[in-house]
Nanobody, 123 residues
């Protein structure tokens, strides 16, 4: 099984940066595609970014494009989300997800999920 633990969330002022990390407890991480999703209060969970298991393919939501960067280090079983020029509308719980077969934009394509980390952006 794959276990995912997010970290790096916190409070940041608009325009600032945060780097989220997602660590996997199992070696199977290296064979999984990874994604980041977020959910704000009163809203549905939405796609943020995804990366293939090799790191050769990445995709971003329009809201994240140009500001966020997803990357991974398979030797450390860790995927990252570098967030820059944060906006108040980025405030949400951010979830790390993994799947052996898919790296799409829909949450139901991912079989493994972390517990989430809170990101709060103040004005």
């Amino acid at each position: 099984q794959v276990q995912l633990v997010e970290s790096g969330g916190g409070l940041v002022q608009a325009g600032g940066s945060l780097r989220l990390s997602c660590a996997a407890s199992r070696r199977t991480f290296s064979s999984c595609h990874m994604g980041w999703f977020r959910q704000a209060p009163g809203k549905e969970r939405e796609f943020v970014a995804t990366i293939s298991w090799s790191g050769g393919y990445t995709n971003y939501a329009d809201s994240a494009k140009g500001r966020f960067t997803i990357s991974r280090d398979n030797a450390k079983n860790t995927v990252y989300l570098q967030m820059k020029r944060l906006k108040t509308e980025d405030t949400a719980v951010y979830y790390c997800a993994a799947d052996k077969y898919y790296y799409g934009t829909h949450s139901n394509e991912y079989d493994y999920w972390g517990q989430g980390t809170q990101v709060t952006v103040s004005s």
